[in-house]
Nanobody, 128 residues
């Protein structure tokens, strides 16, 4: 079972930037599409971004498109989320997740149930 550990969260002012990292254990990291989700207090977990196994394809929630960039380094077993132009509404616990399914599913790639493994989360707080 793959283990995921997020890091890089913190407190930043609106308009600032933050880079999250997700380190994965195991030799099969490149077999997983990876996603980032976030969850604010009292709200459901929402999709943020996804990257394919090779890193050739990326997908973003409309709320972060143009501001966030997901990337991965399979040699380092790490996926990243570069967050720019942060807004207070970006405040949430950010989770890294791994999808072990073989094929991309346009109907479910943005749903938490698509992902088999989850990290513990890292807090991102954006002050106004």
């Amino acid at each position: 079972q793959v283990q995921l550990v997020e890091s890089g969260g913190g407190l930043v002012q609106a308009g600032g930037s933050l880079r999250l990292s997700c380190a994965a254990s195991g030799r099969t990291f490149s077999s997983y599409a990876m996603g980032w989700f976030r969850q604010a207090p009292g709200k459901e977990r929402e999709f943020v971004a996804r990257i394919s196994r090779s890193g050739s394809s990326t997908y973003y929630a409309g709320s972060v498109k143009g501001r966030f960039t997901i990337s991965r380094d399979n040699a380092k077993n790490t996926v990243y989320l570069q967050m720019n132009s942060l807004k207070p509404e970006d405040t949430a616990v950010y989770y890294c997740a791994a999808d072990s399914h073989t094929l991309f599913n346009v109907d479910t790639y943005y749903t938490p149930n698509q992902y088999n493994y989850w990290g513990q989360g890292t807090q991102v707080t954006v002050s106004s």
